[in-house]
């Protein structure tokens, strides 16, 4: 039982291993994302025509796409946070059977 719960220990540390490579490209991708959103409605907003509500306005419709892929971005940044905490939170669980054991076999 020990054994197994050793090799159940070391699959959630490579998998946290992968989630903090995977974390670290999330993150990246958020930062392009919110760089090409500002970048798009910065220049849409630069070459729109009317008052500073109505360039706004369209500014916000022209980078449209952008906002949806930046979202996007947070959507994914957000789900591999929540799976390297479930992650954690296993490691934590099986460590704490495998001491609860231990103890039992000294017994």
């Given at each position: 039982?020990?054994?197994?719960?050793?090799?159940?220990?070391?699959?959630?540390?490579?998998?946290?291993h992968?989630?903090?490579?995977?974390?670290?490209?999330?993150?990246?991708?958020?930062a392009?994302?919110?760089?090409?959103?500002?970048?798009?409605?910065?220049?849409?907003?630069?070459?729109?025509?009317?008052?500073?509500?109505?360039?706004?306005?369209?500014?916000?419709?022209?980078?449209?796409?952008?906002r949806?892929?930046?979202?996007?971005?947070k959507?994914?940044?957000?789900?591999?946070?929540q799976?390297?905490?479930?992650?954690?939170?296993?490691?934590?669980?099986?460590?704490?059977q495998?001491?609860?054991?231990?103890?039992e076999?000294?017994?």
């Amino acid at each position: 039982m020990i054994q197994e719960i050793q090799s159940q220990l070391a699959e959630l540390i490579q998998e946290n291993h992968k989630g903090s490579n995977a974390l670290y490209e999330a993150e990246r991708a958020l930062a392009e994302a919110e760089y090409e959103l500002d970048t798009a409605e910065s220049k849409a907003f630069l070459k729109a025509q009317g008052t500073v509500a109505d360039r706004q306005a369209i500014a916000k419709l022209e980078a449209a796409e952008n906002r949806l892929q930046r979202d996007l971005r947070k959507a994914e940044l957000s789900r591999i946070k929540q799976k390297i905490r479930a992650i954690e939170t296993a490691s934590m669980v099986l460590a704490t059977q495998a001491k609860l054991i231990q103890s039992e076999t000294r017994l």
